[in-house]
């Protein structure tokens, strides 16, 4: 520490804390509430970091990779730490669209910056926008090459994570290298220059929605709140659906029947507590049900005594004399 000057040491001092931040919103250390205080405390320092870098000159337009030295590689994502910072930071709807306009520009500085070390060598998608015709339309990439294109993302993301953690374990292993903390810190740039096409992608896809918003919000009579049905639609009543018809008229809607009143209960409903009201029975009294049963009886014992005189007269088998010899 005592090699450094004292614009190093404001530099680690300022930056650390930032890349510290940065690893914690990676794992979810903090809540989205507890994080917003931090976000705009790692924008002061990254925005202090930008102006050393820029008062001692570390890095020129004309220098590829191999020219700068290993230990002003980490601040090569000075930028790409600011636009992932104002990305997240939580403000008025009316002011979200200005947050990610800022995020969108340190973004693409980032990668301009890569592109000019020659650390990325995949052209960029805005290098066409000053060339191309605004008024021609630009084609859209269909959904099966977006897909694509983000499943080779994270497949690189994967593999660049890998590297990263072997190569660490590799420096706790044994003593610093430079070799190997020169190969550290161009892993973890390849590996945010993924993440800034990532967050440049979700930034064009929310812009629009936000410009939107905005619209609404400052002209109002444009855009009038869409006016109430004029007839209500009754709600449906819920249905059973039954196995057949005649389950239905036997069972009921194919649910058992719970009784909700009582035989007596029905009966007072129905008629009352007044006897007179009762429907009268077309069943006959008893004493008519006695009469017609001593009737039946006689008729039948008649009847039995008719049949046993007939049978005293009329032997069985007399009737059937034909062909008797």
């Excluded at 924008?43 to 050393?52: A, G, P």
């Excluded at 636009?83 to 980032?110: A, I």
């Excluded at 084609?139 to 690189?156: A, G, P, Q």
């Excluded at 992608?201 to 002209?219: F, G, S, T, V, Y």
Aim: charged share 30%; with cysteine.
């Amino acid at each position: 520490m005592s090699d450094l000057s004292d614009n190093e040491v404001s530099l680690q001092s300022l930056f650390e804390p930032a890349k510290k931040l940065i690893c914690d919103m990676e794992e979810g250390v903090f809540s989205t509430s507890d994080l917003q205080s931090r976000l705009k405390t790692g924008i002061e320092n990254l925005q202090e970091v930008t102006k050393l870098i820029n008062q001692m000159r570390l890095f020129s337009s004309n220098e590829q990779i191999e020219d700068i030295p290993t230990n002003s590689l980490p601040y090569l994502m000075t930028s790409c730490f600011l636009g992932f910072f104002h990305q997240n930071l939580m403000v008025e709807p009316t002011l979200k669209l200005d947050e990610l306009r800022k995020s969108k520009v340190y973004l693409r500085s980032f990668l301009n910056r890569l592109r000019d070390l020659c650390l990325i060598t995949t052209r960029l998608p805005w290098e066409d926008e000053d060339t191309e015709d605004k008024d021609a339309p630009k084609s859209k990439m269909s959904v099966e090459e977006i897909r694509r294109l983000k499943l080779e993302r994270h497949k690189k993301k994967q593999e660049l994570k890998q590297s990263e953690l072997r190569i660490k374990k590799q420096l706790e292993a044994v003593s610093i290298d430079e070799q190997n903390l020169r190969e550290l810190y161009i892993t973890q740039l390849l590996f945010w220059s993924e993440r800034a096409y990532e967050e440049l992608q979700a930034i064009d896809d929310e812009i629009p929605l936000l410009k939107m918003m905005a619209e609404r919000a400052a002209h109002p009579d444009r855009h009038p709140a869409p006016s109430k049905p004029l007839k209500t639609v009754p709600a449906l009543k819920p249905f059973v659906i039954t196995r057949d018809a005649q389950q239905k008229q036997v069972f009921g809607l194919g649910y058992p029947g719970v009784p909700v009143m009582s035989v007596d209960e029905w009966y007072h409903q129905k008629f009352g507590c007044n006897p007179q009201n009762a429907p009268q029975s077309s069943a006959p009294q008893p004493e008519q049900n006695l009469e017609s049963e001593e009737e039946d009886d006689d008729e039948a014992r008649a009847k039995a005594m008719r049949w046993e005189e007939y049978k005293d007269d009329h032997r069985r088998g007399w009737g059937n004399t034909h062909n008797k010899g």
